[in-house]
């Protein structure tokens, strides 16, 4: 087990926390039993894409808009605790996934804990000028 598959679980549960829902998302390809190679996960449409975009480890719905009953795209490549950016292709291609759905609308970035999440959501918050239904605590 990675320590990253060990953060994805204490991830969805603070998502479910702040009121959201984050949802594993795999990816990956193998060869079938009858020789057909199949991909899975999100975007995952070819080895080349892979390479400049790859889908986060978890996708989800933010916590409701403020006064309606709408959840926004969320996004989260989920690190290890003590994670840095070094630019490596993968992070980079993670990024443009990441890049690709703050452009459209959506909460997106990488977390490494609870703090990482509240970020993302409040990153959110600031650009489209809007408040989620937060938890009080989270604001303080």
């Known amino acids: 087990m990675t320590e990253t598959s060990l953060i994805i679980p204490k991830l969805r549960l603070a998502a479910q926390e702040l009121g959201g829902a984050l949802w ?33 480890d978890l996708i989800g ?10 959840g ?25 996934f990441l890049q690709n759905v703050k452009q459209l609308g959506g909460a997106a970035g990488f ?8 970020g993302i959501l409040l990153a959110w918050e600031q650009h489209a000028g809007v408040r989620l239904s937060l938890p009080p605590h989270v604001r303080s």
């Open 72 to 96: 926004v795209f969320w996004a989260v490549e989920a690190k290890r605790e003590d994670w840095i950016w070094r630019g490596t292709k993968r992070e980079t291609a993670q990024a443009a």
């Open 24 to 56: 594993r998302n795999n990816s990956g390809a193998f060869q079938n039993p009858a020789g057909r190679f199949v991909r899975f996960g999100l975007g995952n449409d070819s080895a080349g894409q892979s390479e400049r975009w790859k889908s986060a």
């Open 111 to 118: 977390a490494r804990n609870m703090s990482d999440l509240v």
């Open 61 to 70: 719905v933010t916590p409701c808009v403020a006064g309606y009953a709408v």
